[in-house]
């Protein structure tokens, strides 16, 4: 046992380059997951006028700065998100045939944003990895001030509220952003560096056994038979050491 041991341990000397080979798999699952794993930007810009209010409910309204200051009012809102959930192309776009209320509320805090760009200006923002839920929770959230918006203009009674205008600007736009490197490649990547290793050291294995070339004086006497009276060792090793002591 311990001289297979030995042997094996000996045989990296002369295969050790087949632990190298297993870099290239993991290497190659991260190369190409700067080229697969895609960040889509989905946007849309919404330009507003005078003193603009959301209609909150039936008898209550709330000025549109408020829902600036707290985007939440608006993307997290429980009856909106029970109407969103009720959406068949949600779980089509998913792949899912259920999603929880908190599954829901993470994934639209995770992905989609609501900012002031100018004096007059809003941006609605999705970033993730799937284009098409990004417009849809673009185009939910827009449609959905914009209507919250009128509502709120035709039950006022404030003559400021007259002016007030709230609208889409131009369509959508839609930009692909491609990351060096992300975390969630990390677990991946470490799974299969441990996978090629294992299958490194049995090739190395296999290379050794497969090996029939002679590897000591016990293995030439066991096969031909007869003892070994004499050996003539590499002298290639003691003659690099005498010309390094000679340059000493």
Request: proline letters at 4%; glycine letters at 6%.
């Amino acid at each position: 046992m311990g001289f297979l041991i030995k042997r094996y341990a000996q045989s990296f000397k002369h295969y050790w380059w087949l632990l190298l080979l297993a870099l290239l798999p993991p290497a190659f699952y991260l190369i190409s997951q700067i080229y697969l794993d895609r960040i889509f930007i989905v946007s849309q810009d919404v330009s507003y006028s005078g003193q603009v209010r959301v209609a909150k409910n039936p008898v209550e309204s709330l000025p549109l700065e408020q829902i600036l200051k707290d985007p939440n009012l608006l993307l997290q809102e429980d009856f909106a998100l029970s109407q969103l959930g009720k959406n068949v192309r949600l779980f089509q776009l998913l792949e899912s045939s259920s999603l929880s209320d908190v599954e829901l509320r993470r994934l639209i805090d995770s992905t989609l944003s609501l900012s002031e760009t100018t004096n007059s200006t809003i941006l609605f923002s999705y970033r993730g990895k799937n284009e098409g839920l990004g417009n849809l929770l673009v185009d939910y959230f827009v449609t959905r001030l914009t209507q919250r918006a009128e509502a709120a203009i035709v039950r006022s009674r404030n003559p400021a509220a007259e002016g007030a205008s709230l609208a889409t600007v131009g369509p959508r736009s839609i930009a692909v952003q491609r990351a060096l490197w992300d975390d969630s490649r990390l677990g991946p990547a470490t799974m299969i560096l441990l996978v090629s290793l294992v299958l490194g050291f049995i090739a190395i294995g296999l290379a050794e056994v497969l090996d029939q070339s002679f590897k000591s004086d016990r293995q030439i006497a066991r096969y031909i038979g007869l003892p070994i009276l004499g050996s003539i060792p590499n002298a290639e090793p003691l003659t690099k050491r005498i010309k390094g002591s000679g340059k000493d």
